[in-house]
């Protein structure tokens, strides 16, 4: 139950009525404006992050634990809290700015008690359960974690942190929390427990609900053998400010492509061979990268006839290709595409102003752009989806929304939403860019979220990532009737992802509750040419995995 007032600057009071399942206590907080609603952040004592969530440069924090050993669920949370910074664990008595983190079991209550201590003060968080309710070890563990992450959570909001949207939720996939909660308890009370125990906001609630639809349905229409293909090219025509994947000459590492092309052939041959032999059904394939269609059309023209070839895919739902650089389209292309059977491609303009391309390293135009969607409309029989990212160098929230009404205006199937996610080796980062405040990157998630909404799309999958601008999300929206299955597979492991070319990661999924099987594949072109022997060989643990696990039997 909450009780908002609002003042002046925005800021709000809130006194909160709080079931953590197994006791009720009062929490007074001071500010509770989700991030990305309105009002501006004050940085809260010691935060080491550039104002937008992301990471300014890595510190070193003290964690001191007392009473358990919980240090991955600690890490999760300061990484959700802090992202600048790095935990240590120095020994001897606590000093210094840092953090104690202590689990304390009494005769009725097992109680998290978390002291931060910034800037000369400190600030306390503090979070329990009954014993009554810690009743196998697993149970036992999955609380005790989730008592340590909130009292944490409370001591960084005691110290003026702004509530993040996700609030004290951790971790890549909001849909791996909520969905076994809509399984146990049916969807209004899923959503009460998602907001109440973990403090994430209504509208984040409500966006995790829809996607988590989507997931159910795909869930219901999978088989046992049904898998989904990956093949990643690692070749784009230049290299965007925000991309720490491809190496960085990107246009010298043009000449290594015939080469990885036979490499990839090989492997593809040696995948398909496993999945012939053990029968299992492709019911997706998806080419990402770098950007597929970076390859001529003969080359492309050769991995698709590979991949026919090699595999049995008469089951196939849908097969996409990533032209996510307009540069990269032609006619010719999409005719081969749609030769073999391609029905979805993804174009992805980022951003519709000439200047925020510029500024991330594209050497293309907005117009390129609608050019392409021509392009692809004329050749026909593609589903697309465009991407694009809230909160890019010189970007605004008038900006975005520009740049939102002009994809809206060119009807793709599908939208996908992206908060800039700053990731280490990125040009960005590495200039120390200036970049839209969480507040204003916030703005422009509200807005889309509204506009998609009216113009009839809904959300069907969604993911966050590590040094995400403000601690936002990732949101695949569709169209009714168009979701892309392989989103929701990899993002929610419904099925086993069976990945060829440079930094494919194969996932073999389990789901008796047994431990999945993830291998990579090595991610730039030359160390992927020379180690295919090795990438091939290890298709082998494809066939141990199925055999081992009994995923195939009836
Ligand atoms: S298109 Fe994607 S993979 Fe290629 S350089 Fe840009 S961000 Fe990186």
């Not at 088989?223 to 491809?246: H, N």
């Not at 041959?269 to 390859?295: I, K, S």
Request: aromatic share 8%.
């Amino acid at each position: 139950m909450f009780f908002f007032k609002k003042t002046e600057n925005f800021q709000c009071f809130c006194f909160k009525l709080r079931d953590d399942s197994s006791f009720l206590t009062v929490e007074f907080h001071r500010t509770v404006c989700y991030n990305g609603s309105a009002g501006r952040r004050a940085a809260p004592a010691g935060d080491k992050r550039d104002g937008n969530g992301g990471v300014r440069g890595r510190e070193n924090v003290r964690i001191y634990l007392s009473g358990h050993e919980y240090r991955y669920a600690v890490e999760q949370m300061l990484l959700t809290l802090f992202p600048g910074e790095r935990p240590e664990y120095p020994a001897g008595e606590p000093e210094g700015e840092r953090l104690e983190v202590a689990l304390h079991r009494a005769a009725v209550y097992t109680t998290a008690s978390c002291a931060l201590l910034r800037g000369g003060k400190r600030f306390r968080g503090t979070a329990r359960a009954k014993n009554s309710a810690l009743t196998d070890r697993i149970t036992t563990e999955r609380i005790c974690q989730r008592l340590v992450k909130n009292a944490m959570y409370r001591a960084a909001l005691a110290s003026g942190l702004r509530r993040p949207v996700w609030g004290a939720l951790t971790g890549v996939r909001p849909g791996k929390v909520l969905l076994p909660l809509i399984r146990a308890h049916g969807e209004a009370e899923a959503l009460v427990r998602l907001e109440r125990d973990y403090d994430v906001s209504p509208e984040r609630a409500a966006l995790c609900l829809d996607a988590a639809r989507h997931t159910l349905a795909a869930a219901d229409s999978l088989e046992g053998r049904d898998v989904c293909l990956y093949v990643g090219i690692p070749f784009c025509p230049t290299r965007c400010a925000y991309c720490s994947f491809v190496s960085q000459s990107v246009e010298k590492s043009m000449k290594l492509i015939e080469p990885f092309l036979d490499a990839l052939l090989r492997e593809i041959e040696a995948t398909g061979e496993q999945a012939r032999r053990l029968g299992l059904r492709p019911v997706a394939v998806y080419f990402g990268g770098g950007t597929p269609t970076t390859l001529s059309p003969e080359q492309l023209e050769r991995v698709c006839a590979k991949l026919e070839s090699c595999f049995e895919l008469s089951a196939l739902r849908e097969y996409t290709v990533e032209a996510g650089r307009p540069d990269t389209i032609t006619a010719e292309k999409l005719a081969v595409l749609r030769a073999h059977g391609v029905d979805r491609v993804s174009v992805n303009p980022q951003s519709m102003s000439d200047a925020v391309l510029e500024a991330i390293g594209r050497r293309h135009s907005a117009a390129d752009i609608v050019a392409a969607l021509e392009t692809v409309r004329a050749v026909g029989g593609f589903a697309v989806n465009m991407d694009l990212i809230a909160g890019l160098p010189g970007d605004s929230a008038e900006g975005f929304r520009a740049t939102l009404e002009t994809v809206l205006a060119l009807a793709p199937e599908n939208v996908t939403v992206h908060t800039l996610s700053l990731k280490r080796g990125s040009r960005i980062l590495a200039e120390g860019t200036p970049l839209p405040g969480a507040e204003e990157v916030g703005e422009m998630l509200d807005f889309a979220s509204a506009r998609l909404r009216a113009e009839g799309y809904g959300p069907y999958y969604l993911y966050r990532q590590k040094f995400m601008s403000g601690g936002f999300e990732n949101v695949g929206w569709t169209r009714e009737g168009c979701v892309n299955l392989y989103n929701i597979c990899i993002m929610e492991e419904l099925c086993s992802i069976l990945a060829m070319g440079a930094g494919g990661s194969t996932k073999l999924i389990r789901h008796d509750g047994g431990r999945n099987l993830r291998f990579i594949a090595p991610k730039y072109p030359l160390e992927y040419i020379q180690g295919i022997d090795g990438v091939c060989a290890e298709k082998e643990q494809i066939g141990t995995f199925y055999r081992e696990s009994g995923e195939l039997e009836e």
